[in-house]
């Protein structure tokens, strides 16, 4: 499980920013479509949002599934509801992911937990994408960026777009290990320390 998290200032190129202390006194920023982009929301188990990206912003002013009260999210519907505990439930290092039926648009949307937050509450990583969201950059550029062999660079591709290590190492024939293996090693070439960290790193990137 990631270390502590420590948030950074809200940004406009993909990564997470904007703590909850300061939820209360900002409002949303403009941003894209829900659909335009991987949507990232940084939230307690008890869904008190504590970052969001520009992505995750448009989701919660959307309104279709969730919106933010308090500084909490809350889910449109029961079912949204249900689909939310079942993700924080099941959230784990690895990843957890699951379609979101009929009202989601077909959304992805996939969990993990990535640290606690200065009171010591788990934090988990909610990301939603469109099923057919490519990936943000091409394996070449992300090789070329960062040193990256091409099975490196694959698997941080998909984890941009949402999948867990487990499905990574399913789609490419090889063990959970391994695929931990190379995550380990794209952490020391790329200097990110968590999953998140290297979600953020690659959006933000391919926004420029």
Avoid: C
Avoid at 19 to 41: E, F, H, K, Y
Avoid at 148 to 170: C, N, P
Avoid at 174 to 196: D, E, F, P
Wanted: proline fraction near 5%; glycine fraction near 10%; avoid cysteine.
């Amino acid at each position: 499980m990631g270390g502590r998290w420590s948030p950074r200032a809200p940004t406009a190129d993909g990564g997470l920013g904007m703590t909850a202390r300061t939820l209360q006194s900002i409002s949303a920023p403009q941003a894209s479509p829900p659909s335009a982009g991987l949507a990232i929301l940084l939230l307690t188990h008890e869904l008190s949002l504590r970052s969001a990206n520009m992505n995750g912003w448009a989701l919660l002013r959307d309104r279709r599934l969730f919106s933010l009260a308090g500084g909490k999210v809350q889910p449109s519907t029961p079912q949204m509801s249900s689909f939310m505990r079942t993700l924080l439930a099941r959230a784990n290092d690895e990843g957890y992911r699951a379609v979101l039926p009929d009202e989601g648009g077909g959304l992805i949307f996939s969990s993990r937990r990535v640290g606690v937050d200065a009171s010591s509450d788990p934090l988990f990583l909610i990301a939603s994408r469109a099923r057919d969201l490519a990936e943000p950059l091409h394996g070449a550029e992300v090789m070329h960026i960062f040193g990256l062999t091409s099975a490196e660079a694959r698997v941080a591709l998909r984890l941009a777009v949402g999948l867990s290590l487990a499905e990574i190492a399913d789609e490419s024939g090889v063990s959970v290990n391994t695929v931990r293996a190379q995550l380990r090693s794209i952490y020391a070439k790329t200097g990110v320390t968590k999953q998140s960290e290297l979600v953020a790193t690659i959006w933000r990137i391919a926004s420029v």
